[in-house]
């Protein structure tokens, strides 16, 4: 099983946003060359990536929220910079975003949270003393998931932050 630093994670979601000049994972993808599309065909999977003749895929449920289904594209993207070489064994698929039992999975959450949200945005919210945590998500249009395995990153990176609440496996399996 492959372990990658928290500090590494972050420094590649960093040098795609710089590269590319954008957070929006559906952006990069595109100007990567990534076929990205939405599928009806699964009830329970969120979303798979996979790659054939040296293309790689992108499809994300149809039946997900525009919130979801970015969060779900910046998933699969984590999974596309950090496990390229898996992709072509087989395809990664999620039906449980927030999947703390498989490493590739939890990976793949840091890299999603660390893209989505930023560094710089959350340091100016947490000034604000009328701001609770949910307050600190909704301003943010991060889920209280997502925002978990952000915190989570700056306090791996050193940086003093409250966990207000525990990371959550199976935030998107409801």
Not at 8 to 29: H, Q
Request: overall charge negative.
């Amino acid at each position: 099983m492959i372990y990658l630093r928290n500090t590494y994670i972050y420094t590649e979601t960093k040098k795609l946003i710089k590269k590319y000049g954008t957070r929006d994972p559906f952006e990069i993808m595109d100007q990567m060359n990534i076929v990205v599309g939405e599928t009806s065909r699964y009830k329970t999977l969120k979303g798979y990536c996979f790659m054939s003749c040296k293309t790689i895929y992108v499809m994300i449920s149809s039946f997900l929220s525009e919130e979801e289904k970015m969060i779900v594209a910046a998933h699969e993207l984590g999974h596309i910079i950090l496990h390229r070489s898996q992709l072509k064994m087989a395809p990664m698929q999620d039906d449980t975003l927030y999947n703390m039992t498989d490493n590739t999975e939890y990976q793949a959450n840091l890299f999603a949270a660390d893209l989505l949200i930023n560094d710089e945005e959350i340091e100016d919210m947490v000034q604000n003393e009328d701001l609770d945590y949910f307050g600190l998500c909704s301003s943010l249009n991060a889920t209280p998931e997502l925002m978990s395995f952000k915190l989570y990153s700056l306090t791996k990176r050193g940086q003093a932050y409250h966990m207000p609440m525990e990371i959550q496996s199976n935030f998107l399996a409801k």
